[in-house]
């Protein structure tokens, strides 16, 4: 366990974030057999660490907040940025990034952000 332990402080040291250290337990513990017939994840030194990972370094609210597709979707079919013939070159612009972006996620974390 001691080795288990001293892994997850080497990453922690390194700037993880607390869930990303539990990540890394829960992840241990899929492929450990475990001590005292107990799975690492329920073991008393394991909450223990993980309890206080997150006390010195709790989770940061996202400042970003969930927006609605629809909402968004149903305003660039109005003026400004319609009928593109008397749009402007900054709307048009404006647009065309929002439907790139919106049509061409990068990750499950911006996507997320949709609602």
Do not use: Q
Not at 25 to 54: C, D, P, R
Request: some cysteine.
């Amino acid at each position: 366990m001691a080795s288990i332990l001293e892994f997850l402080t080497m990453i922690f040291n390194k700037g993880a974030a607390a869930a990303t250290v539990r990540l890394h337990l829960h992840t241990i513990s899929n492929f450990h057999l475990g001590f005292e017939g107990l799975n690492i994840m329920s073991h008393k030194l394991s909450k223990a660490f993980l309890k206080g990972t997150f006390h010195l370094r709790p989770p940061v609210k996202s400042s970003y907040s969930p927006w609605n597709l629809n909402f968004m979707l149903s305003h660039i079919i109005l003026s400004p940025f319609e009928p593109a013939s008397s749009c402007n070159l900054k709307c048009l612009s404006w647009k065309t990034i929002f439907l790139v972006g919106i049509t061409s996620a990068c990750s499950v974390g911006a996507s997320s952000l949709v609602h």
